[in-house]
């Protein structure tokens, strides 16, 4: 089969294709796609460049030439001996969370939990751009704040970077959930994010949000430090003071910090920088938050793409050959929505 790989980490001139690999192996558990699109997520461009080398190395090590992606839609092939809800020819989306079955390639390997029927209603390219961006903010909520989605009607919440493939989906989501949402963005994304449902849609190069806003429940927060200095006391200005407020932040200090300082150091200066911040912004709960698979996460988001209550906002599609200028055109940071790959060479 063919696949775009990395041989090692670097820039966006690392990717080769590779027309002479195996099929990936079958376990019985899993399911073979042909992968007929996929997507890129800032995650992709953090491992390619050797983000969570200090924990993941030796693992790593043993699938380079390393295929990335999470994100698929495509046919089912073949399924393992224990699969019994797929059979060969079904169209199926989801997103993988194995780093040896990534969905830059002709086919790929996905446990069963991570698979369900794609909407019929959605082309390949346009599912292929929701099931991480989604899920992600299905983890944050449900997984890591501890919420269900009926404790979010009729709050208030501020989405910090609403414009890209996570900001995007998750505005729709939580004004399903019944919520006021306001979010930031540039002033060509302003538009955009009315049509999706935002309330108050604040350019962050014209106003400080925390002028503008003020009582907030909950702040999602997709920047974190690395964009905005001091983000999290900036967020958790415009929430209410209590404890049922929720900061979540998608941008997990753990990893960085294991990387720069290695394992023996990095885990209790990570652990220590946690509580402190926790202890900081009492009584609003501060949560980090990091993407998990949710079987019924995924059958959530089959049934409100089915309904046309998630659409999928795509920024543009490449193809598999040009992952390098995908990879450059996430890396710019101001996307507006997803950057879809077509897997078909
Ligand atoms: N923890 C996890 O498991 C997890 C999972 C998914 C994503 N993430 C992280 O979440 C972040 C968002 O992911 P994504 O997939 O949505 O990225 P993306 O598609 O690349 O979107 C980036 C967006 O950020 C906006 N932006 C840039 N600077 C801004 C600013 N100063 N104020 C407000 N908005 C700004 C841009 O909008 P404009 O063009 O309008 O500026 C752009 O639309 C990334 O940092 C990613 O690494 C974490």
Redesign the pocket.
């Known amino acids: 089969m063919y696949a775009v790989v990395i041989k090692d980490y670097g820039d966006e001139s690392s990717f080769e294709i590779d027309e002479t690999l195996p099929l990936p192996e079958l376990k019985s558990n899993q399911v073979l796609v042909k992968i007929t699109a996929s997507s890129v ?3 992709d461009l ?1 491992k390619r460049q050797g983000y969570g080398r200090s924990i993941f190395e030796k693992q790593r090590r043993k699938i380079f030439p390393w295929i990335l992606g999470s994100d698929f839609s495509g046919h089912v092939i073949n399924v393992g001996q224990k699969v019994t809800r797929f059979k060969e020819g079904d169209e199926v989306w989801g997103c993988t969370s194995k780093a040896s079955s990534g969905t830059y390639a002709e086919y790929a390997a996905i446990d069963q939990e991570e698979v369900s029927i794609k909407p019929k209603n959605l082309t390949f390219e346009e599912a292929a751009s929701l099931p ?2 989604f899920l ?1 903010t299905w ?1 944050a909520i449900i997984r890591w704040a501890g919420l269900r989605p009926q404790d979010l009607n009729g709050q208030k919440i501020f989405i ?8 995007t989906a998750a505005i729709q989501l939580f004004k399903y959930w019944g919520c006021e949402v306001s979010a ?3 002033a ?2 302003v538009n955009l994010l009315q049509s999706l449902g935002a309330t108050k849609v604040i350019n ?1 190069h014209n106003e400080a949000f925390q002028d503008i806003l003020e009582d907030q429940d909950l702040v999602y927060d ?3 430090d ?3 200095e001091d983000s999290i006391v900036a967020c958790c200005e415009v929430l209410k003071n209590n404890s049922s407020s929720h900061y979540i932040s ?3 200090p753990l990893i960085n910090t294991l990387d720069d300082k290695g394992l023996l150091f990095g885990a209790p200066h990570a652990f220590f920088l946690r509580q402190k911040i926790k202890s900081a912004h009492r009584p609003i709960n501060v949560h980090w ?3 998990r698979p949710s079987l019924s996460g995924l059958q959530e988001l089959t049934h409100l793409s089915e309904e046309e209550i998630i659409k999928p906002i795509i920024d543009s599609i490449y193809p598999l050959s040009d992952i390098s200028q995908a990879h450059k055109k ?1 890396a710019t ?6 950057v879809v790959i077509n897997n078909i060479l």
């Not at 910090?160 to 900001?167: D, H, P, W």
């Open positions: 997520n800032p995650i953090m991480y961006v992600t983890s910090q970077g609403g414009a890209g493939g996570v900001g930031t963005c540039s060509k994304n962050y997709l920047l974190g690395s964009v905005l998608l941008t997990h938050s990091i993407y996430v940071g101001h996307g507006s929505g997803k």
